[in-house]
């Protein structure tokens, strides 16, 4: 979509939607699922989201759009496909083998010093994960959606490890420009497979990724306004769909308070925080904006009024997460009881590291379960329909 043809939309009364990917490691399945819902629901051959951004696992889902924005019902079948039969060696090395060699390397690393042996750059070797995404992802097609008019922007966000900084890649329609805010930035180019890796790897689990002079990680760590990559690209709806269930966030709800939680329990709840906080305090931020600028528009003629609409699992993933354990690789089941991962108080961790496609299936059928029965309020709100801002369904909200 050309400049001309963001305008004609824009005069037509139609909205811009921004379709938001949070990050979510193996939850990120869930998203799959509403979006396979979503082509049922929006059947039209055309590109519903002008705007898509992605964070971490989000961030692939996000570039197959884009790359695929002409026909993008077949897309979201590809990435249906892909992860209905997804294997966690796929992902990261996790057989036995090199499992044992990364622990050793860790060991003699401590022993020595680092004498002997360097500290290793990460937890896991997630070259798997970069051949994959060299066989599914045609980066190259984004600059070619958007050329043809049937993408206005896709962004893909990282992590500066140099700066500290959460950047914004984004490929998108020459009217756009580059923004820069506190702590937060935007910054075109063309979209690689390098700013994939960049943006999906996890803090101490996978290795940073160096994008010309700087590294980079996981998108999610100091993304304090995850929203407004889209709201800068020309979004003025925007459709979230996120993978921690809303009444599920922390460690075990019933665990004793008494019991030292375990490492596994820790890190199962720093990806919680890594992945999900900062959505829900934006989406809080977001409707305050919004009511400010109902409240006095005379007022506040530069506050943008968003629309957001929020689909969310009704169910826990850590509850799927522990129907599927015993699907987990024995490296990873291994490193999992070794680190605390693997009873009631660690399916945190797993519900984030389980990419195997029991875990996965049943993932994308609770997200295509969860969008269709909240179809009357997504359908209304990609029409461009104002919703009362109310509950629609276990897991939707919207703020207006």
Same mark, same amino acid.
Request: hydrophobic fraction near 45%; charge should be positive.
């Given at each position: 979509?050309?400049?001309?043809?963001?305008?004609?939309?824009?005069?037509?009364?139609?909205?811009? *939607?921004?379709?938001?990917?949070?990050?979510?490691?193996?939850?990120?399945?869930?998203? *799959?699922?509403? @979006?396979?819902?979503? &082509?049922?629901?929006?059947?039209? &051959? =055309?590109?519903?989201? !002008?705007?898509?951004?992605?964070?971490?696992?989000?961030?692939?889902? &996000?570039?197959?759009?884009?790359?695929?924005?002409?026909?993008?019902?077949? &897309?979201?079948?590809? /990435?249906? =496909?892909?992860?209905?039969?997804?294997?966690?060696?796929?992902?990261?090395? *996790?057989?036995?083998?090199?499992?044992?060699?990364?622990?050793?390397?860790?060991?003699?690393?401590?022993?020595?010093?680092? @004498?002997? @042996?360097?500290?290793?750059?990460a937890m896991l070797d997630n070259s798997p994960l970069r051949e994959l995404l060299g066989v599914h992802v045609d980066c190259a097609g984004i600059r070619r959606s958007i050329a043809r008019g049937h993408l206005r922007a896709c962004a893909v966000c990282a992590t500066s490890y140099g700066t500290g900084h959460s950047v914004a890649f984004y490929d998108g329609v020459d009217s756009i420009a580059d923004w820069s805010r506190v702590q937060r930035l935007g910054r075109r180019t063309e979209v690689t497979l390098d700013h994939l890796i960049a943006s999906a790897a996890i803090p101490m689990l996978f290795p940073p990724m160096r994008l010309g002079d700087e590294y980079f990680g996981d998108g999610a760590m100091r993304q304090l306004n995850p929203l407004s990559p889209a709201i800068h690209l020309g979004a003025d709806r925007l459709?979230?769909?996120?993978?921690?269930?809303? =009444?599920?966030?922390?460690?075990?709800?019933?665990?004793?308070?008494?019991?030292? !939680?375990?490492?596994?329990?820790?890190?199962?709840?720093? /990806?919680?925080?890594?992945?999900?906080?900062?959505?829900?305090?934006?989406?809080?931020?977001?409707?305050?904006?919004?009511?400010?600028?109902?409240?006095? !528009?005379?007022?506040? =003629?530069?506050?943008?009024?968003?629309?957001? @609409?929020?689909?969310?699992?009704?169910?826990?993933?850590?509850?799927?997460?522990?129907?599927h354990t015993g699907d987990i690789p024995l490296g990873l089941r291994s490193l999992l009881r070794v680190i605390g991962g693997r009873d009631a108080s660690g399916y945190q961790l797993a519900s984030y590291l389980t990419f195997e496609s029991g875990y996965t299936r049943a993932l994308i059928e609770l997200g295509y379960r969860d969008a269709m029965e909240a179809r009357t309020a997504i359908t209304a709100f990609m029409s461009g329909e104002k919703l009362p801002p109310v509950m629609t369904a276990p897991g939707v909200a919207q703020a207006t």
């Open positions: 979509m050309d400049g001309s043809a963001h305008s004609q939309h824009k005069r037509s009364g139609r909205p811009t *939607v921004g379709l938001v990917l949070t990050g979510g490691g193996s939850r990120s399945a869930y998203q *799959v699922g509403v @979006l396979v819902a979503l &082509a049922e629901l929006l059947p039209r &051959a =055309r590109n519903p989201f !002008p705007v898509i951004v992605g964070t971490s696992a989000g961030a692939i889902a &996000a570039t197959v759009l884009a790359a695929e924005a002409h026909q993008w019902r077949r &897309a979201v079948l590809g /990435l249906e =496909r892909v992860w209905a039969n997804f294997r966690s060696e796929q992902v990261f090395h *996790v057989d036995p083998v090199h499992m044992l060699r990364a622990g050793l390397h860790w060991v003699l690393a401590l022993v020595s010093g680092g @004498l002997v @042996l360097s500290p290793p750059k459709l979230v769909i996120g993978v921690r269930a809303r =009444r599920g966030a922390g460690v075990t709800v019933n665990r004793m308070y008494s019991t030292m !939680p375990s490492p596994g329990e820790i890190f199962g709840y720093m /990806l919680d925080t890594l992945f999900t906080d900062q959505i829900y305090g934006d989406l809080e931020q977001l409707e305050r904006m919004n009511q400010l600028a109902l409240a006095a !528009p005379s007022a506040n =003629r530069d506050i943008q009024h968003v629309e957001t @609409l929020m689909l969310a699992p009704s169910v826990d993933p850590r509850e799927i997460a522990a129907r």
